[in-house]
């Protein structure tokens, strides 16, 4: 029972450790690196307070060493999926009632954890599974996840404090329910801290959760299971389950119980998720209408007037484009620069490009490593290959690739004479990015074209040292991105500083690691009391 009204400590982002050489963080991560690298993990899925093993496995290979087996995880079949929701609606019975504050304490405990002992082991199984470098890992699976863990508590309390006002003898109140039924959360590959973030943030407004990794993040989603449980989260709150992805989500979003979806992956995906609930809606299968909360995908640009410094936005191309091998939904993807400054920015950019290393992260010379399966590798490199065979485009830079040991594309640049080209305009989550380069003149014009070539509006960056222009830039672009960014790069969102999301075909913008995400996760009641009744129907104007 709550005697008091708490303050939860004030949260401030984690410090990015620099990992030098010869520091105690860089030893530590590289030791569990190559501890982990050489163990088998046989990975069971979460129901309750069980660890099940159906014995029908998928294994597991860094996609930097294809050959090297790192372990296996189970796949569920769907009487474990209809227990899994099972045990999450039993758990909600008593979740759902626990006080705001020790909901709170849980998740601010999994901060502490992973800023401490968990953080090697949560950075190392990033860079094993998902080709991270070091950097890339601490910056995601460690201090972004800490960061929402922190900063979610703080936004939850700020929730719970908006009230109505009352009147003499009314005492009016707000109550911010869990949803009724269970939150469905599918999560991607790139971020371990999504995949953290998406079943925990409904969590902690006291939702259960069936959660679903993307199945080349499962080795980084055991490592969070295994937080969550040592920050003392209750069995049964949230349930993660690996398998058939159509299954799994036919059997949930079928269910009559079903409350909401958190996602964060295609929009193709996410578009047929809508359509099954909305199909669902009609045939009345839900006890309420199910919240739709998802980010999915970008074709961010770079928009460069010829008052910009060439040496920054060259910078800004190379990281926004090739960090993480651009398998970013944030990754700049299409950049438009002026005649003017062409030359200089494709000089700088090539310097950056030449010094760039490519291979396995636990070379941390490496700044370039694996892109994430078979399946990007071929696409990716079919693009490149119609590239170097099209009119309309040619490669610049890069363009070269080889599987034979790991998933490896160089950093590549495309140039096109066509604004339209279809690398342009589609979403080719990987390191390749297409160049248009315009009349200095025409730039006004030229903003139309960022604006209206791609269905997405994600991320976006624009680069001039002439306000009225960065003025008219930001008007002109108002729709065509939900995170923007002037004069820097459109990757790096930070927890509390740019909260993320995105419109149009990118999603339903609702900001992941801010108030408004979790406004989505709670279901309010207004409750009215009434101190002193009246006795007599009359009222004055019957007099």
Not at 63 to 92: F, Q
Not at 317 to 339: N, T, V
Not at 438 to 467: C, H
Not at 478 to 483: F, S, T, W
Request: aromatic share 12%; with cysteine; hydrophobic share 40%.
């Amino acid at each position: 029972m709550a005697t008091g009204f708490y303050k939860v400590p004030t949260p401030v982002n984690e410090p990015v450790k620099a990992y030098a050489p010869n520091s105690k963080e860089r030893k530590e991560l590289l030791d569990t690196y190559h501890k982990m690298y050489n163990e088998k993990v046989d990975i069971p899925f979460y129901i309750g307070s069980e660890e099940i093993k159906t014995g029908d496995t998928v294994s597991i290979h860094p996609p930097h060493d294809i050959k090297h087996t790192v372990g296996k995880y189970h796949k569920a079949e769907k009487k474990h999926i209809d227990l899994a929701i099972k045990k999450a609606l039993e758990a909600r019975k008593k979740w759902a009632k626990t006080p705001w504050q020790s909901r709170a304490a849980i998740f601010l405990k999994a901060a502490d954890l992973l800023a401490g002992p968990f953080r090697a082991k949560i950075n190392a199984a990033t860079m094993i599974a998902q080709s991270k470098n070091v950097m890339q890992a601490e910056i995601d699976a460690a201090c972004e996840l800490i960061d929402f863990f922190r900063f979610n508590v703080k936004f939850m309390t700020e929730i719970y404090e908006n009230q109505p006002i009352s009147d003499p003898g009314i005492w009016n109140r707000m109550e911010y329910r869990p949803l009724e039924g269970f939150v469905y959360a599918i999560t991607p590959f790139n971020f371990t801290s999504i995949a953290g973030n998406l079943p925990a943030s409904p969590a902690m407004m006291g939702n259960v959760v069936v959660w679903k990794p993307a199945r080349t993040q499962v080795y980084s989603a055991k490592v969070l299971m295994e937080l969550f449980k040592a920050a003392g989260l209750p069995d049964g709150v949230i349930n993660m389950v690996t398998g058939d992805s159509a299954m799994i989500t036919d059997t949930i979003l079928g269910h009559k119980d079903f409350a909401g979806i958190h996602f964060t992956g295609s929009t193709g995906v996410f578009n047929s998720f809508w359509d099954n609930i909305g199909t669902n809606v009609r045939k009345g299968k839900y006890r309420s209408y199910p919240r739709i909360v998802g980010e999915t995908g970008g074709k961010d640009f770079v928009w460069m007037h010829n008052t910009a410094d060439a040496k920054q936005v060259a910078t800004a191309l190379s990281r926004g484009a090739f960090e993480y091998q651009g398998q970013k939904c944030s990754a700049a993807s299409r950049a438009y620069i002026p005649k003017s400054k062409w030359n200089e920015v494709k000089n700088f950019l090539a310097e950056d490009l030449k010094a760039m290393k490519m291979g396995a992260p636990d070379d941390t010379s490496n700044f370039i490593n694996a892109v994430i399966d078979n399946r990007a590798f071929e696409k990716l490199t079919n693009f490149i290959e119609n590239a170097k065979r099209d009119d309309e485009a040619e490669v610049i830079m890069g363009g070269n690739y080889d599987d034979s040991k790991g998933y490896f594309i160089e950093p590549t640049v495309i140039l096109t004479s066509n604004p339209q080209y279809k690398t342009m305009q589609i979403e080719l989550f990987g390191p390749i990015l297409t160049v248009y380069v315009y009349d200095d003149e025409q730039w006004k014009e030229t903003l139309e074209m960022v604006n209206n070539t791609s269905p997405y509006a994600l991320t976006g960056a624009i680069f001039s040292n002439d306000r009225y222009v960065i003025d008219y830039a930001t008007d002109a672009l108002e729709d065509a991105a939900g995170n923007f960014y002037i004069n820097d790069k459109p990757t790096g969102a930070v927890v509390g500083q740019q909260p993320f999301g995105g419109a149009r075909g990118s999603g339903t913008n609702d900001k992941a690691g801010s108030i408004w995400n979790l406004l989505r996760w709670v279901s309010n009641r207004t409750i009215k009391e009434n101190f002193v009744p009246p006795t007599d129907f009359r009222y004055p104007f019957l007099g």
